[in-house]
C-alpha cells in the first residue's frame, strides 16, 4: 500500500503509529484539530478544548496557523516520572506525553511552536531562545487570555519562576548568563539549557512587553511573524522589528538579557 502526503511549506516531516490509539476532532478558524490518545486519557475533552483555544488565540495574537489541520498525538501515563509533561514540535503536528498534573502548560508551549519554529524558523542550535522562550511565554499570553491574569501569574509561576529560582537557589545558575547562549555554549544534558533558555528566555520577554507595553508588543510579534514566516529568524532581526514597531532603540534591554 502505497500513501502520498502533500504538505507544502513545512521545515520537517514525522509520522506516528500506533494501533491503540483513539481520535476526537474540532474545528476552529478553518482548521481541523486532531487529538489522538490512548484509551485510558481522562483529560480528553479539556485537551481537545484548550488546543483549539490556543489556536484561536495565537491567530488573533501572532498571525494564522498556515496548515490546514493539526494533529496532537498524546500519551497519557499515570506513573509519568514528573509533574510536567514531555513534548516534541513538528510541522502540524506535535507529540506530548504526560501524567495528570501540570499539563496545559506544557502542552500549549508545544502548540506554540507551530508559530515559533515551524512558521517563523530559528537556529535551534545557536540561538535555540529564539523558539523556545517564545513557545513558554506563549503559554502565560494563553493562559492569560483564557484564565484570566491571576490564574496566568499563578501558571508563570510554576512553570517558569519556580524552575528558575530553583537553578540559582541550587547555585547551579548565577543569573549573570545570557539568553543569548547556544547549545554548544552549555553543558550536554544539562537543566541550565531550560533554566537559561527557557526560563530567563521567557523572563527577558516579560520584561520586553513591560517595556514596549502591551498594545505594541502584538503588534511586534504580528509584524515579526509576517516578515520572517518561512524564514529563518535571527536574534539580530528579533531587535530589529522590535525597535522598528517601538520607534526607539532597546539595546540596553536587549544587552542586559540576550547579549551579556
Do not use: C
Amino acid at each position: 500500500m502505497t500513501h502520498t502526503f502533500l504538505a507544502p511549506g513545512l521545515r520537517d516531516f514525522a509520522l506516528a503509529f500506533g494501533e491503540a490509539l483513539q481520535r476526537v476532532q474540532a474545528n476552529v478558524d478553518g482548521v481541523t484539530i486532531y487529538l489522538w490518545h490512548s484509551p485510558n486519557d481522562p483529560l480528553v475533552e479539556a485537551k481537545l478544548r484548550a488546543v483549539a483555544d490556543a489556536v484561536q488565540g495565537f491567530d488573533r495574537s501572532f498571525g494564522s496557523y498556515p496548515y490546514a489541520d493539526l494533529d496532537i498525538v498524546t500519551k497519557f501515563d499515570p506513573e509519568w516520572w514528573g509533574p510536567a509533561g514531555a513534548g516534541v514540535e513538528y510541522p502540524g503536528l506535535v507529540f506530548y506525553t504526560h501524567g495528570e498534573e501540570n499539563w496545559e502548560y506544557n502542552l500549549v508551549h508545544e502548540v506554540a511552536h507551530q508559530w515559533w519554529f515551524s512558521v517563523v524558523g530559528n537556529d535551534v542550535h545557536l540561538e535555540p531562545w529564539l523558539d523556545e522562550a517564545l513557545a513558554d511565554y506563549s503559554a502565560f499570553i494563553y493562559f492569560h487570555e483564557f484564565h484570566g491574569e491571576d490564574e496566568a501569574k499563578r501558571a508563570f509561576q510554576k512553570n517558569v519562576l519556580e524552575d528558575y529560582e530553583m537553578g540559582l537557589a541550587a547555585g547551579r545558575i548565577s543569573g549573570k548568563e545570557p539568553v543569548g547562549l547556544s547549545v554548544y555554549d552549555l553543558p550536554p544534558r544539562d537543566a541550565m539549557y531550560f533554566w537559561i533558555v527557557y526560563g530567563k528566555g521567557a523572563l527577558f520577554l516579560d520584561a520586553l512587553q513591560r517595556e514596549m507595553e502591551d498594545e505594541v508588543f502584538f503588534e511586534f510579534l504580528q509584524e515579526y511573524y509576517r516578515r520572517y514566516k518561512y524564514k529563518v529568524a535571527t536574534g539580530e532581526g528579533f531587535l530589529g522589528v522590535a525597535e522598528q514597531v517601538a520607534g526607539r532603540e532597546l539595546d540596553e534591554l536587549y544587552d542586559t538579557w540576550v547579549r551579556k
